[in-house]
């Protein structure tokens, strides 16, 4: 089976397992995952996007305003995934309620007498499908491109912000949005674990984070950058951290538990 039947199969295996008649996703990252990659927000910050959907055991019905029906329908492909497009106005009441009626209902998130199924969703979107660690890797690879290319192109006296900028700049060509773009400079490096970026200069020493994402798949990384010798403070972190990071990778291993991984980085 493709990817889009795959993941069908399995809401009716949820919905078979907890006796419930409708799965409701309204979770920007539920909807992308059922969808094989589209989006439903139009606000980075967005938990819930602009459209919701309702699968029962005979439909598969995609809840929106008209405003994004079009571009949800044709730039996303949802009409050909054979999903019903149920549309209200912006400023009438969503069809949803109605839509649900009397049903035994499940939902990725707080629903009002919806079985919250949060839990179930989360795992079901951990277990990346073949197609899914495709794209995983693209855009691993892609975020990497775009972070050397930001770290490349940094030059001392540069703002945080104008490095944040740098990198936002490089992600977006590449079709990534930055959901998380962390810089810090110099002693801020030390002093902050998520440093925004700020109007600070840069002197020698900088960090940035990016978190990207692309089809509803995130991925994570940080890099470092210095101009000139390397302090053996530096030095020693860098190490340190360095072995953290093989133990974690080492001791991941199918058949392990989270709890046993993180066990064996915190004895390291």
């Not at 991925?219 to 010798?229: D, Q, V, Y």
Request: glycine share 6%; charged share 20%.
């Amino acid at each position: 089976m493709n990817e889009f039947s795959v993941k069908q199969e399995a809401i009716k295996v949820i919905l078979l397992q907890h006796n419930l008649e409708a799965l409701l996703l309204q979770r920007v990252s539920s909807f992308a995952w059922a969808t094989c990659g589209a989006s439903s927000a139009t606000n980075s910050a967005e938990t819930y996007g602009s459209a919701c959907l309702l699968i029962t055991k005979d439909h598969r019905y995609l809840i929106t305003s008209k405003t994004e029906e079009s571009r949800l329908a044709e730039e996303e492909g949802l009409q050909m995934q054979g999903w019903e497009f149920v549309t209200h106005s912006w400023y009438e009441s969503s069809p949803l309620e109605e839509l649900i009626g009397d049903m035994a209902v499940g939902a990725d998130s707080i629903y009002p007498g919806a079985k919250n199924l949060s839990i179930d969703m989360a795992r079901l979107r951990s277990r990346l499908t073949p197609p899914e660690q495709t794209r995983m890797k693209l855009l691993g690879k892609d975020c990497a491109v775009a972070l050397e290319e930001t770290m490349r192109a940094i030059q001392p006296g540069m703002t945080e912000y104008e490095i944040a900028a740098l990198l936002a700049g490089a992600v977006e060509q590449r079709g990534i949005r930055p959901v998380v773009n962390l810089v810090g400079t110099d002693e801020r490096v030390f002093t902050y674990r998520h440093p925004l970026p700020t109007a600070k200069k840069m002197d020698k020493f900088a960090i940035v984070v990016l978190c990207g994402r692309r089809q509803g798949l995130i991925a994570n990384l940080t890099r470092f950058l210095h101009f000139g010798p390397i302090s053996d403070e530096i030095q020693q972190r860098s190490l340190a951290v360095a072995e953290i990071d093989a133990a974690f990778i080492s001791s991941t291993r199918p058949g392990r538990t989270l709890g046993e991984v993180f066990a064996v980085a915190q004895n390291t």
